[in-house]
């Protein structure tokens, strides 16, 4: 008979991020280990609030699969004789594994025939499995920020106070330290603090819903908020007023509460003349209420409370917490008006005292970098015949950010941000805003720190964007030149993210720039401010490879989003090794060969590319030269050289112009050419010249298709049309 399962894991109160990571580990924890231990289940389910993890079982199986295993001995020619008796070997091994002779069977193998047994292991009850199942993924469960406590070994989010495991109604007993799991959990702290006796596994939710008035479902809870904001929106206020939903902010006020109630506190209209996005990060960032507005945008003086509680009768927790924000925005209000003394000037020269990274110069030292690196971006997008992206107006753009590259560390030293550090970006903006400076400018400073995390939004502007992109190329490369190399999950400095920014930002810009030509002028603006990092560089050969080290770390994000998206990783390979080093070429040439796999058949591509690189295969590259029209002497190799040249030229132009999806359907027709060529021409002929000469031909063929990727990488899975069979297609 199945049973259900609970495992409640009580705790201090959790952070909002332990939460959400508890809750996904927990349940993939205790998936593999019922799993690994052979019991059976319906499904499970986890869940969080502040103070507990739980994991819910369903239709557990009460009792675990038999194991059958094989035991094999000698072979069936040494056990027995020609007269079928047993030989030594044969009683031997019987007698090891507890059986008579008689009850040995015959086991085919990959090796032949030998003698064996199957053995059946029977199952043990779940109940004997759960204990130490339960205890070890307690143990094995780990999260970002972890801490110990008393004199334990253990390692939790926060301390353990009390753990609950039921199946059915049995107690599932082990012992955590000085803790011994049982059939109590505890409900919410302030409305019912009581312990709570569960009967079962079965009545454990309602229990603690009821009893406890505990919301056990992150989802719920972020239901009821979400309910009771739209209620003040809509019938309370009649549509005049709305509240800022910030996604991130209410994901994590979904943890802080175990019962939500909703209430609505109010601050003096005096602090209204604070710029409007200050005002708001300031009401949400430290105290976590939410922000209202009026129809016209404009914050108002209410902001609304996430209480863990049921009621507010008295109005004593939201008066309670209109102090608290009073003070933060006192404190607002007071930077804010000292910062109004200064100029940018003034905040640019106060850069030079603050360090961006020991080796690396100051902010100020950046800033001239972020200049200079902005300028050679645009050089790179507008010095190209035929750009993805045209520039409208690169005199006007090159105003902008040279006026945006200056300003945009600015904020760092002002009262403001050296209180309020997540307001970075944000008080840049309005204080350009506020002291004339242009729209573009204003917001390429807040654009330039973006994407600030996974999801994030994308720079808006060409100014923005392209600060955006020297801003984080600047800071990889400088990492790079000192060893600051991320390894492994650690990546203390976010470099990971700023190189998916990168990504990201080029691909939305459309910019069609050489990677490369950007990280060798970014670690050359380095090499040119600090002596002490010309070591990192003494030979070409170091500077090379930190160039590749830093395109490869780029190009690695770029195949992490198609990871995410399960999406293939050998067309990327192909590409690459192309020699491709435009992030958006890369992009344009992977969207079109995505779509030709899945409408035309590749092999017309693969399969003569293939056969080129073969009849090169192990030949010296450097024995490689022109080719002479003058030693072609067969009249179909004279044809597929003329064919070979037209298609290169044509290949060019499409290329130039991005039409790879044309592109590739030019080299499918010209796959057909190249394998009569291979069945009509004796490449390896007895005359050296000639020979030569034909493979300076193939070797003009393989070029002819690495312009637009090394279709020798790709991996013909079956999937693709018209192919039947599941093969790999690989050069070797």
């Given at each position: 008979m199945r049973e259900n399962l609970v495992l409640e894991i009580g705790t201090e109160e959790l952070?909002?991020?332990?939460?959400?990571?508890?809750?996904?580990?927990?349940?993939?924890?205790?998936?593999?280990?019922?799993?690994?231990?052979?019991?059976?289940?319906?499904?499970?389910?986890?869940?969080?609030?502040?103070?507990?993890l739980v994991c819910m079982v369903y239709g557990l199986e009460e009792k675990q699969k038999p194991l059958e295993n094989i035991v094999t001995g000698p072979p069936l020619k040494i056990a027995f004789d020609e007269n079928g008796v047993p030989t030594k070997a044969a009683v031997g091994f019987a007698k090891s594994i507890g059986v008579s002779v008689n009850e040995i069977e015959q086991i085919e193998t990959p090796r032949g025939i030998y003698i064996g047994k199957k053995i059946i292991e029977e199952g043990s009850p779940t109940i004997k499995v759960l204990p130490e199942l339960l205890r070890d993924s307690i143990l094995s469960l780990t999260f970002s920020k972890q801490m110990s406590w008393a004199d334990y070994s253990i390692k939790f989010a926060r301390p353990i106070r009390w753990v609950l495991a039921l199946y059915g109604t049995k107690i599932v007993e082990f012992s955590i330290e000085n803790l011994r799991s049982g059939n109590v959990t505890?409900?919410?702290?302030?409305?019912?603090?009581?312990?709570?006796?569960?009967?079962?596994?079965?009545?454990?939710r309602n229990l603690l819903e009821e009893e406890g008035k505990v919301i056990l479902d992150p989802k719920e809870r972020k239901e009821m908020i979400i309910k009771s904001i739209e209620n003040l929106e809509k019938n309370v206020w009649e549509g005049k007023l709305k509240v800022v939903v910030d996604k991130d902010l209410l994901d994590e006020v979904v943890n802080l509460v175990e019962i939500p109630n909703v209430l609505v506190g109010s601050f003096s209209d005096e602090f209204l003349y604070i710029p409007r996005d200050i005002l708001i990060k300031v009401i949400q960032h430290h105290q976590r209420y939410f922000a209202i507005v009026d129809k016209n945008g404009?914050?108002?003086?209410?902001?609304?409370?996430?209480?863990?509680?049921?009621?507010?009768?008295?109005?004593?927790?939201?008066?309670?917490n209109e102090r608290v924000l009073r003070a933060r925005l006192s404190d607002a209000s007071f930077f804010y008006e000292e910062d109004r003394k200064h100029t940018f000037e003034t905040w640019f020269e106060r850069l030079k005292g603050v360090i961006f990274f020991s080796g690396l110069g100051s902010m100020y030292d950046k800033a001239y970098r972020l200049q200079r690196l902005c300028l050679y971006i645009l050089d790179l997008l507008t010095s190209e015949i035929k750009n993805h992206n045209e520039i409208k107006n690169p005199d006007a753009l090159k105003e902008d950010l040279i006026r945006a590259s200056t300003l945009c560390k600015c904020d760092l030293v002002t009262d403001m941000v050296v209180e309020f550090p997540e307001l970075q970006g944000v008080v840049g903006r309005e204080y350009a805003k506020e002291r004339g400076e242009k729209k573009e400018v204003a917001q390429a400073i807040f654009e330039h720190y973006l994407p600030r995390f996974a999801g994030d939004v994308l720079p808006s502007t060409d100014v923005g964007s392209i600060l955006s992109i020297a801003e984080k190329i600047d800071t990889i490369c400088g990492f790079?030149?000192?060893g600051n190399v991320p390894s492994g999950s650690e990546d203390p400095f976010a470099l990971r993210r700023k190189a998916t920014g990168i990504v990201l930002t080029t691909i939305k810009g459309c910019y069609d720039y050489s990677l490369n030509d950007l990280i060798d002028y970014s670690l050359d603006l380095y090499l040119e401010g600090f002596e002490s990092l010309h070591a990192?560089?003494?030979?070409?050969?170091?500077?090379?490879?930190?160039?590749?080290?830093?395109y490869s770390f780029i190009v690695a994000r770029y195949r992490f989003l198609l990871e995410r998206e399960g999406k293939r990783q050998d067309i990327l390979d192909a590409i690459v090794e192309a020699g491709c080093d435009s992030i958006l070429d890369i992009d344009l040439r992977y969207k079109a060969l995505e779509k030709f796999i899945a409408e035309d058949n590749i092999e017309k591509i693969t399969v003569p590319m293939i056969r080129c690189k073969n009849i090169l295969k192990g030949l010296d590259k450097t024995v490689f030269s022109s080719v002479n029209p003058d030693?072609?002497?067969?009249?179909?190799e004279k044809y597929f050289y003329s064919s070979l040249n037209k298609t290169k030229d044509i290949l060019a132009s499409l290329v130039e112009e991005k039409k790879y999806l044309e592109a590739l359907h030019k080299l499918s027709l010209f796959g057909d050419t190249v394998n009569l060529f291979f069945d009509k021409v004796l490449v390896m002929d007895n005359d050296e010249k000639v020979r030569k000469n034909r493979l300076n031909v193939v070797k003009a063929t393989?070029?002819?298709?690495l312009t637009v990727a090394d279709f020798s990488r790709l991996v013909i899975t079956g999937g693709e049309k018209n192919n039947k069979n599941n093969r790999v297609l690989s050069f070797g």
């Open positions: 952070p909002s991020q332990c939460i959400y990571e508890g809750i996904e580990n927990l349940k993939n924890i205790i998936k593999d280990k019922l799993v690994q231990n052979r019991i059976d289940f319906s499904s499970i389910q986890t869940y969080g609030t502040p103070r507990r505890h409900g919410h702290r302030i409305v019912n603090p009581e312990p709570i006796v569960v009967g079962s596994a079965d009545e454990y404009d914050v108002v003086t209410r902001f609304v409370i996430v209480q863990n509680g049921l009621s507010d009768p008295e109005g004593k927790i939201a008066k309670g790079f030149l000192i990192k560089c003494e030979n070409k050969e170091n500077k090379e490879r930190i160039i590749k080290d830093v030693v072609l002497v067969d009249d179909f393989i070029d002819a298709y």
